[in-house]
C-alpha cells in the first residue's frame, strides 16, 4: 500500500532525526525511497558495531527475516546459535527495525515491516554484508527442530509443530528432501498429539507431494506414490 509506505519513509526519517543520524542519511541527497533508507541504515548500523554486527546482529536478522511470527529471545538464542546475552545486547542495536510485544508476560520480537524483510532478502542487496540468504536462513530453523527426530519429536514447541514443514519447503532443494522424509508415523502421531486432528498432519503430507514431484524420475514417482497413498489412509479428523 502506497500510503503505508510513505508513512514507514517518513517514520524512519523522523527517527534519524530524533537520534542524530539525519545528516548520515541525508549524504548524496534525500533518499529515493524506503528501500534506500533501510540499505543506509543497515549499512550505518554494521560500521557502528564493527566485529559485532556479523557475529551477533546479522544472525539475528536472518532469522527474523524469514520467520512466520515473532520469537522470544531464547528462540532467536535456539535459531540463530547466538548465546542468550548476546542475543539480548543485539536486540538492543537493532530496536528500530523491530516489532515488540509481549505474549505471556514474555516479551517477542518480529520485524516491524515486511518492506524491511524484502530489503534484506532482495537479491539485489546481495553483495552487500547484512544480505540474508533466505533459504540458509530457513535451513538455520529446521536444523534445529530436526535435532529432535530421534526422540520421536519430543521437545519440539509451538512453533516447530506450526511451521517446522514451511521452514522445509523453502530451505532449498536438500530441506524439501528432509520434508519427504519426515513425513512418517512418528511425525503424525506427535503432530496429531499437539494439535489434537490429522489436518495439520495432512497439510505437511501435501507440502511434501510438491516438493516430491519436483524430483528426478524415478524417484519423484516412488515418493510422490507413497505420499499420496499415506494420504487417502490417514484419517481427516
Known amino acids: 500500500d502506497c500510503s503505508e509506505l510513505n508513512f514507514l519513509y517518513l517514520r524512519h526519517l523522523f527517527l534519524a532525526a530524533g537520534s542524530g543520524e539525519i545528516v548520515d542519511l541525508l549524504k548524496g541527497g534525500l533518499p529515493d525511497s524506503l528501500d534506500s533508507i533501510y540499505v543506509l541504515l543497515l549499512d550505518r548500523i554494521n560500521r557502528s558495531s564493527g566485529p559485532d554486527f556479523l557475529e551477533t ?8 527475516a524469514v520467520t512466520y511470527q515473532s520469537l522470544s529471545t531464547l528462540q532467536i538464542s535456539h535459531f540463530s ?16 527495525f523491530l516489532d515488540e510485544k509481549l505474549v505471556a508476560k514474555e516479551k517477542q520480537y518480529n520485524l516491524y515491516h515486511r518492506s524491511f524483510r524484502d530489503c534484506l532478502i532482495s537479491s539485489k542487496h546481495q553483495e552487500k554484508i547484512w544480505f540474508v540468504e533466505s533459504q540458509r536462513a530457513h535451513r ?17 514447541d509451538a512453533y516447530g509443530f506450526d511451521f517446522l514443514s514451511d521452514h522445509l519447503q523453502n530451505g532449498g532443494e536438500a530441506s524439501q528432501q528432509q520434508l519427504i522424509d519426515i513425513i512418517d508415523k512418528y511425525w503424525r502421531i506427535a503432530k496429531r498429539k499437539y494439535h489434537k486432528t490429522n489436518r495439520a498432519f495432512l497439510s505437511d503430507l501435501e507440502k511434501a507431494v510438491t516438493c516430491a514431484q ?24
Open 57 to 64: 546482529c546479522h544472525p539475528i536478522l536472518e532469522i527474523l
Open 81 to 96: 546459535g547466538i548465546d542468550l546475552n548476546q542475543v539480548n545486547t543485539a536486540i538492543q542495536t537493532l530496536q528500530p
Open 140 to 156: 538455520c530453523i529446521s536444523n534445529f527442530y530436526l535435532q529432535f527426530a530421534p526422540s520421536g519429536w519430543n521437545g519440539v
Open 214 to 237: 519436483h524430483l528426478t524420475f524415478p524417484r519423484a514417482l516412488i515418493e510422490t506414490t507413497r505420499l499420496t497413498m499415506m494420504y487417502t489412509l490417514v484419517d481427516n479428523a
